[in-house]
């Protein structure tokens, strides 16, 4: 998939961005021995409610209801098991392999204004495969530490500034703040044109790579190398460059995919995220990392604790000018 920022005078495209390399082992979230659950469906959206009467359907054609509630009984027979979920007003149908880590788990559904394509999460976020789950950083504050060279060009600076503060609006999760070199920043933005990666097979014409650094399933921090930051072709127009780096802080804060409309997708006149893009924040916040669809939020944060497993850097986007 490729998605351009497009202007009278430059377009950006941002391409390929998805895992690669090597992916963190996933936590084991083990079966459990019970023999009954039970599976809560509630709204992703505030006031994100319980949603009564939603159809719950097993692969093997059993159909149920959930209950005033929102709640619906599950046995010991339905682990392994496709479940789809839909409901009225909500966007369906949406697919749950169970993997319990306990007896209570809830799933959540977005509205149908949302348009959220829940292939696209589904497959970015966690899939199928063991190896894949929901990760993104704690809540709180990361500091991006621009290079000397971004800092003394108040061209660049001023984009990261304006790109940190548009993310930091369209969520309120993770705050970005902006500083200097030397001040040992979380995320950190510079320019190499001689980092190895723009010689690589596939990343010759990239303009700029971002690298996750993960450790199981928390983002503990990240580096986005540009391989240079103005040329020619842009310098005119750094409310563009701002843009492609609120992409980059996009994927920092755990968007994997590229929704439709918004500076994480396709081309758009608007300098902002998407609201189906900030309901993607919101979705990813209620769950904590480490967990696959149905969870169980009593046991995640254990879990993510317990795996937290070695730091290992992944690359989630190239840019191409």
Not at 219 to 224: F, L, S, T, Y
Not at 248 to 258: K, R
Not at 297 to 321: F, K, T, Y
Request: charged share 15%; proline share 7%; with cysteine.
């Amino acid at each position: 998939m490729r998605t351009s920022f497009v202007a009278a005078l430059v377009a950006l495209s941002l391409s390929a961005c998805g895992k690669k390399g090597v992916l963190p082992t996933a936590p084991d979230s083990g079966s459990g021995s019970y023999t009954s659950y039970t599976l809560t469906i509630r709204a992703a959206r505030s006031p994100k409610g319980k949603i009564a009467g939603a159809t719950v359907v097993t692969d093997d054609s059993r159909s149920f209801a959930t209950d005033s509630s929102g709640v619906v009984p599950l046995s010991a027979s339905d682990v392994g098991r496709t479940v789809y979920i839909t409901a009225n007003g909500y966007t369906g149908p949406s697919i749950i392999i169970f993997r319990p880590i306990g007896q209570g788990m809830t799933h959540y559904l977005l509205p149908d204004d949302a348009m959220m394509p829940y292939a696209w999460i589904r497959t970015a976020f966690y899939g199928d495969s063991d190896a894949q789950w929901l990760w993104r950083p704690m809540p709180g504050r990361l500091d991006v530490e621009l290079s000397g060279e971004g800092w003394a060009d108040h061209r660049i600076s001023d984009a990261l500034a304006w790109g940190s503060r548009i993310t930091n609006s369209a969520q309120h999760h993770v705050i970005f703040n902006v500083v200097p070199a030397g001040q040992t920043g979380t995320v950190k933005m510079y320019a190499d044109s001689n980092d190895p990666i723009f010689s690589a097979p596939g990343y010759e014409n990239a303009w700029a790579v971002t690298f996750l650094t993960v450790r199981g399933p928390v983002v503990v921090g990240a580096r986005i190398v540009w391989k240079v930051f103005l040329d020619d072709a842009n310098s005119a127009m750094p409310e563009h460059i701002g843009k492609a780096m609120a992409h980059e802080l996009g994927h920092v804060t755990g968007i994997e995919g590229h929704p439709c409309c918004g500076i994480m997708g396709s081309a758009d006149p608007l300098l902002d995220f998407s609201q189906q893009e900030k309901d993607a924040f919101d979705y990813l916040f209620l769950r904590p990392p480490g967990t696959r669809p149905p969870d169980n939020l009593a046991a995640a944060p254990q879990m993510a604790a317990s795996s937290g497993g070695r730091r290992q850097e992944v690359v989630v986007c190239v840019l191409h000018r």
